[in-house]
């Protein structure tokens, strides 16, 4: 059975889709109460499910029964993952780290078995081994490798 974040979540997603629009006004108690939760329960929803980082903005209005405006931001897929690789892949990264990237970005269907392939070879401890900081280039070999086939 989903939880019921995970439904109050999906049911404000179904509520941009049926608006076909890019913003929405939900009343927080009003939400409470068709889920039968406490009001603190959509604050939860709102504030780990609708990020910025997720696509949303979130802006809370006062008075007049108070609304919360949620708003979903309109950047193209491309440039959101690019933000999404240079905010998570720190200074430096492991081998490990660096593959399991790597493998996702394989998984998503976002390089090819030769593009995963070349890329585990380019940010390896073998090829990177005459480099006393490894894991700092690999870094930095590792972004550039992701966000360009991305271009």
Same mark, same amino acid.
């Given at each position: 059975?989903?939880?019921?974040?995970?439904?109050?979540?999906?049911?404000?997603?179904?509520?941009?889709?049926?608006?076909?629009?890019?913003?929405?006004?939900?009343?927080?108690?009003?939400?409470?109460?068709?889920?039968?939760?406490?009001?603190?329960?959509?604050?939860?929803?709102?504030?780990?499910?609708?990020?910025?980082?997720?696509?949303?903005?979130?802006?809370?209005?006062?008075?007049?029964?108070?609304?919360?405006?949620?708003?979903?931001?309109?950047?193209?897929?491309? !440039?959101?993952? $690019?933000?999404?690789? %240079?905010? @998570?892949?720190? #200074?430096?990264?492991?081998?490990?780290? /660096?593959?399991?990237?790597? !493998?996702?970005? $394989?998984?998503?269907? %976002?390089? @090819?078995?030769? #593009?995963?392939?070349?890329?585990?070879? /380019?940010?390896?401890?073998?090829?990177?081994?005459?480099?006393?900081?490894?894991?700092?280039?690999?870094?930095?070999?590792?972004?550039?490798?992701?966000?360009?086939?991305?271009?």
């Amino acid at each position: 059975m989903a939880r019921l974040s995970d439904v109050i979540e999906e049911f404000i997603k179904e509520m941009f889709e049926e608006t076909a629009q890019d913003e929405i006004l939900i009343q927080r108690n009003e939400l409470a109460n068709i889920f039968h939760c406490a009001p603190s329960q959509i604050n939860y929803v709102l504030t780990t499910r609708f990020t910025s980082t997720k696509g949303y903005y979130i802006e809370s209005r006062r008075g007049g029964g108070g609304c919360i405006k949620i708003t979903k931001i309109n950047i193209s897929e491309d !440039d959101y993952i $690019k933000g999404v690789i %240079l905010k @998570n892949i720190g #200074e430096k990264v492991s081998q490990r780290e /660096a593959f399991q990237y790597i !493998d996702i970005f $394989k998984d998503e269907g %976002l390089i @090819n078995s030769r #593009e995963e392939n070349i890329m585990k070879y /380019a940010v390896s401890d073998n090829t990177l081994s005459v480099i006393s900081s490894k894991d700092y280039v690999r870094s930095n070999i590792l972004k550039a490798m992701l966000i360009s086939v991305l271009n």
